[in-house]
């Protein structure tokens, strides 16, 4: 299956009752597996997990520490854009030139780097004074 499928049929498992918005991600790791992840909703709101998140926490299962291309996809006019905390937690784990593909269910697609989804990121080139 192609990184595409993956994230679409995980989608498919989302547990999102609150906002009736599924979404799936799947993320290519430097090995080459393919992980995947989708949204975990909770009664308490803010305990709810993106899908990104959960491709990221697979991979990391996995020991693997490295992605090089992502791929999220929902139900939504425009294609989904990850939330800013995911983009936070993807940068940690993949270069700025890593391609984020951003997809609706109906095949509309937009691309972005990471750096181009995170600019200024937050670095632990920051934490170099510690
Ligand atoms: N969500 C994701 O899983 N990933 C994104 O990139 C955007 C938002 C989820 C969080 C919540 O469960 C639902 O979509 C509506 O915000």
């Given at each position: 299956m192609t990184l595409?499928?993956?994230?679409?049929?995980?989608r498919?498992?989302?547990?999102?009752?609150?906002?009736?918005?599924?979404?799936?991600?799947?993320?290519?790791?430097?090995?080459?597996?393919?992980?995947?992840?989708?949204?975990v909703e909770n009664v308490a709101y803010p305990e709810g997990?993106?899908?990104?998140?959960?491709?990221?926490?697979?991979?990391?299962a996995a020991g693997q520490s490295r992605l090089t291309k992502v791929f999220v996809v929902a139900d939504a006019p425009l294609p989904v854009s990850?939330?800013?905390?995911?983009?936070?937690?993807?940068?940690e784990f993949g270069?700025?030139?890593?391609?984020?593909?951003?997809?609706?269910?109906n095949g509309v697609e937009k691309n972005m780097t990471l750096a181009e989804l995170m600019p200024g990121a937050f670095t632990e080139q920051h934490l170099e004074n510690t």
């Amino acid at each position: 299956m192609t990184l595409k499928d993956k994230a679409l049929s995980v989608r498919e498992n989302a547990y999102a009752p609150y906002s009736n918005f599924k979404v799936g991600a799947a993320i290519t790791a430097a090995n080459g597996e393919i992980f995947v992840g989708c949204n975990v909703e909770n009664v308490a709101y803010p305990e709810g997990t993106c899908a990104e998140a959960g491709a990221i926490a697979a991979m990391v299962a996995a020991g693997q520490s490295r992605l090089t291309k992502v791929f999220v996809v929902a139900d939504a006019p425009l294609p989904v854009s990850p939330c800013g905390g995911c983009r936070q937690k993807l940068i940690e784990f993949g270069d700025g030139d890593v391609q984020v593909t951003m997809a609706t269910i109906n095949g509309v697609e937009k691309n972005m780097t990471l750096a181009e989804l995170m600019p200024g990121a937050f670095t632990e080139q920051h934490l170099e004074n510690t």
